[in-house]
Structures are given as structure tokens and as C-alpha cells.
């Protein structure tokens, strides 16, 4: 839906993220970094000459509006607190209609009180992701300079958002760049049913966020990966609405799978400015989940001990690595196609928020991630790969002793479980030339949770005694 312009708007604009830097640009310029020194840009707000809320609470009256679809966005109804855009100008599909649920088995499965696991179902998104929540602002941003084609490089979820957006709106058309081989059939068909341009090309993601970096800049077509500072507003929300769900009490931890890292720098950057704006007392810690086999923050900041540093970044570090990863010739490859990625482009957003909210990292492997995954789904919430890769790395941390017993922990659900139905048949399958052609590639072994299909013949009484015997 489109809500129609008549107002302005100020007090906004976009900032290099480096302090040494600062340099400051327009709202209506179209970057994906620093003309000065190539790093990455924040939307900056002047909180002095905008109207915040003088308590979360007070956000709980747009909420009750439902026929306002600005306040029935998940996303415009926090305008207050992303206000770059006039309310009567933003794009909406609906997004972030999502649930904060406990769930007691996922609990237990962690090692923590049944009460105090709560997971954030992001699937829930009408393109079943939390991609929705960033493409709402970046689709607003888009429209408000006048651009008419809109492109990204994805493993699938962004895809599937852009290309929504595109169809429903029919403001843009929609340019998607994807590696061969790297995104599920549960997402491609997405892209290809709202009638998105789909360009596959010989390489990964990586390979494809270069290109789509190039060709957008040549061609005048604007970009919605999560370089765009405007897609981190709009994820910022998936924190205001966990914020609401607990009754504006602050969480413990928030666990959340690092992939392009867009999501972890967003909830630092909201986390920042609600207490920046004393909204909330305290930070909650983050924790950050790479996959085994795509682990670059983990490799750098655990081990390497690449730090933000207040902004003096040792560079270096990043560089002798990407170095490494290319003399090695070293891909990416995890079952949680939605993180497999090994150069993210939000790496030193995601170490200021790791600054910023006391954070750790930690990498899990395809076998606790699907394992994780399959608890989620035992507890009724189905969701992809890449979000397993949360509750696994909670497992972990709880083990370590890092998260309390009685700390309040929530686990981000990135994605919906028919986004990739492959990976969760097979985990599931008796067929075991199916589970080691789809995991047992990926170094899956076992399928510790699995829950088969009871085969029997097709005669009544043998119906009867499997059930009497297995339920």
C-alpha cells in the first residue's frame, strides 16, 4: 500500500559510520558508502528537532488503529523512532505482524527455565522473513527519489522481499542477482512468481553483491542490500517489537544468526538510540551465530580479536583475511543457505553493536543447527535453516556458562520453514540416499530429532496397530 505525500519532513540525514570521518550527506543522495573514505553510512537523526515518544508505552496507542495502515505496519507504527520519511509518504505490505513466544522445549533443549527462552518469529512477514521489516524502508526511501527499478544480490529472502514489494506496489520493477546454486526452491519461486528480473550468475553471493554493486551503480538503479543504511531502519523495529511484547522490560540476551550482519548492527543501532533518548536503562548483550562453514566474524573477532575500537579499526586484520580466503580459494558453504556468506558487507556496523551491547560470537555447525531446528519446529514454529543457527548458538552459550540460568534470552526466527522444505525432509526422511545427497555433504551425520513417516501397508488393521503402537 501506498500512503500518500503531503507533508515534510526534516532533522534526518546519513552519516559516515566512521568517527574519524563523520562526513554528512542528504537524505535524497543514493549511496552505499562514503564518497570520502568508502566506509559505510548511518541514518543520523537530530533527536532535538524530532518528536520521540516520551515512553515506549506511549506507542501502544497507534497499535489499536488497525484500519491505519501505517499503524498497522509492524514497522510505521515505531515512525517516531525511524523518522526519515514523512508517515503520510512510507510504503507498506504489511509487515511485521510477528510473534515473541516462549517456548518450554526449546527451553529445556537450551538448559534454561521454560519460562525466560522467548523466540522471535520473524516468518511471520508476508514474504516469510524479517527481511520485510528493512524493505519497507528502503522501499519508502526508494520512491521518496523517484527511483522506478530496484535490485539486490541474495540467497533468497531479500529477493523474495524486493520482488513483493515490486508486485504489490508496482512502484518498481525489480532486478534480483543470484549465485548458481545458492538459493532454495522455496525462495527462488518467490522471486520468480511476483515477476522479479532474475539474473544467475557463475558464483555465490559474494560474487553477486559485487556485480549487483556495479551494475546498480552504472545503470542508476538503486540498491536494497543491507549496505543501504535505510534497510537497517526498518530492522531496527524487529527490537521495538520484542520490546513491546515483554512490556518494554529489556531482555538479557538477544541471539540472533549472522550472516550479511544486517540484522545485528540494526538491533545495535536501536538499542543505542532507545537508550540515547532514555527510553530504555539498560543494553541487553548480543550474541551473534555464524555458521561453521561460513564463519567470518567469528574467525575475526574471536579469534583475530578484531575489535570496533570506538572506530579505529585495525583493517588490516579484515584484509590479510579476505586475502587468505581468496589465495585458499574458500567458499561459503553451510545448509543455512541464508548466511552463506563470507564477506559481509555490514562487518564493522555489526562490531559497533557488538561494542555497544557487551557482545559475543560464536560458530555452530550444520548438524547443531539443523538439530536446533528441529526442536523449534517440535514446538510448533516452523523456520529455515539459517534461524537454528540462533537457538543452537544459545545452546552453546548456556553450556559455556556465558548465559546465566536465569537470564531472559530471545532467539530471532529469521525465516519461515517453507522457505527451504528440502532441508527439513531430508532431515526428516527415511530415505537415506536423500539425507546424504542434501546433508550428509554438509558434514550431517545423525538426525538426533528426527521424526519419520511410519511406513505400512495398505490394510486396516495394520493402520490400526502402527498407530497404537507409536502414538
Known sequence: MIINATTQVDAAFQRCILPSCGREYGLDEVLVGCSACGHL?????????????????????????????AAFSGVWRFHCLLPFAPIDQVVTIGEGQTLLQRSAGVADYVGLPSGELYLQYEGANPSGSFKDNGMAAAFTHARSIGACRAACASTGNTS?????????????????????????????SQALDYGALTVQIAGDFDDAMLRVKQVTERLGIYLVNSVNPFRLEGQK???????EALRWQVPDWIVVPGGNLGNSSAFGKAFYE????????????????????????????ENR?????????????????YDQLDAEQKRASTIASAIEINRPVNLYKCLRALECCDGVVREVTDQEILDAKAQVGAGGLGCEPASGASVAGAKKLRAEGVIAPNERV??????????????????????????????????????????????VPNDLDEIVKAIQLYS
Open 160 to 188: 523474495a522481499s524486493l520482488a513483493a514489494f515490486c508486485s504489490v506496489t508496482r512502484l518498481m520493477k525489480a532486478v534480483i542477482f543470484i549465485g548458481s546454486g545458492k538459493i532454495s526452491f522455496g525462495k527462488l
Open 305 to 321: 580479536k578484531l575489535r570496533w575500537n570506538e572506530g579505529s579499526v585495525d583493517t588490516s586484520l579484515v584484509k590479510t583475511y
Open 410 to 455: 530471545v532467539c530471532i526466527l529469521t525465516g519461515h520453514l517453507l522457505k527451504d522444505p528440502k532441508a527439513t525432509v531430508a532431515y526428516h526422511t527415511t530415505d537415506q540416499e536423500m539425507f546424504n545427497q542434501v546433508l550428509g555433504q554438509r558434514g550431517v551425520r545423525t538426525a538426533s530429532f528426527a521424526n519419520r513417516a511410519v511406513a
Open 274 to 301: 532507545l537508550r540515547k533518548l532514555g527510553l530504555i536503562d539498560r543494553m541487553p548483550r548480543l550474541a551473534v551465530i555464524n555458521a561453521a562453514g561460513a564463519n567470518t566474524l567469528y574467525e575475526l573477532y
Open 41 to 69: 553510512l548511518d541514518v543520523v537523526y537530530d533527536w532535538d528537532r524530532t518528536r520521540p515518544p516520551r515512553g515506549l508505552a506511549e506507542l501502544e496507542a497507534r497499535w489499536a488503529r488497525r484500519d491505519d495502515p
Open 237 to 243: 523495529t524487529i527490537m521495538f517489537r520484542v520490546l
